[in-house]
């Protein structure tokens, strides 16, 4: 069975720029997760996307946002970029919402300039 | 308090030594627990899911669970330096999984 994919895998963009992520989770996962890592951060959680609804949302700007399509594959954007929005972008897949084991996908490293 | 916590390290062991990892969790309902590893510049990987209390055992790795004193922890036997990364704790909490902030474990050859 195929894994988590992300597209693109490095991105570099200038400030004020927006950025389109993409995800495709697992076939059969229906749960799309996303976070953001920083060198010296752990995971910082932004959304929880689930049958194309939004059900959980991290501390985040409203200049992250993201959505669901019907074949679960999903998107976030980021807006506006700044330059603390550099950081590795990680995707992850799970069966069903609620705290379901999660597999990760192999991540989006943004660099914004 | 964080619902996840974890010892950010880093632990040394040398080569060939046990390693233990631990985490506490706030969340008295939760029912199932993760660790993850993550090498640098990497993605996390699951590597142990346990559910129930006691030991869980995958060759070199064992997952303990304590649900009563809100506590589970990972032990790596005979560690090799390949097992130097950042072990992440995860549980469900309040319907979504949260993650503490990892320990960095380094294996000293």
């Known amino acids: 069975k195929a894994g988590v994919t992300q597209t693109p895998r490095y991105l570099i963009k200038t400030r004020g720029q927006q950025v389109t992520l993409s995800c495709s989770p697992i076939?059969?996962?229906?749960?799309v997760s996303w976070y953001q890592q920083t060198p010296g951060q752990g995971l910082q959680f932004l959304f929880e996307?689930?049958?194309?609804?939004?059900?959980n949302k991290g501390n985040f700007p409203g200049r992250f946002s993201g959505r669901q399509f019907s074949n679960s594959r999903s998107e976030m954007n980021v807006s506006t970029l700044e330059l603390g929005d550099s950081a590795l972008y990680l995707c992850?897949?799970?069966?069903?919402?609620?705290?379901?084991?999660?597999?990760f996908g192999p991540g989006t490293r943004l660099t914004v300039l | 308090q964080k619902e996840v916590e974890q010892n950010s390290g880093p632990l040394s062991v040398p080569e060939g030594a046990i390693a233990s990892l631990n985490c506490t969790y706030s969340?008295?309902?939760?029912?199932?627990f993760f660790w993850y590893r993550q090498y640098s510049g990497k993605s996390p990987e699951l590597i142990m899911s346990?559910?129930?209390?006691g030991d869980k055992e995958d060759g070199r790795f064992t997952a303990q669970l304590n649900k009563a004193s809100q506590y589970v922890s990972l032990l790596i036997r005979d560690s090799q330096p390949s097992d130097s990364a950042t072990y992440l704790c995860?549980?469900?909490?309040?319907?979504?999984?949260?993650f503490g902030g990892g320990t960095r474990l380094m294996v000293k050859p």
């Open positions: 346990i559910y129930s209390n």
């Open positions: 969340d008295r309902g939760s029912q199932s």
């Open positions: 076939s059969g996962h229906r749960s």
């Open positions: 992850a897949s799970s069966i069903g919402t609620g705290g379901n084991e999660q597999f």
């Open positions: 996307y689930f049958s194309e609804t939004q059900r």
């Open positions: 995860a549980v469900p909490s309040f319907n979504m999984l949260t």
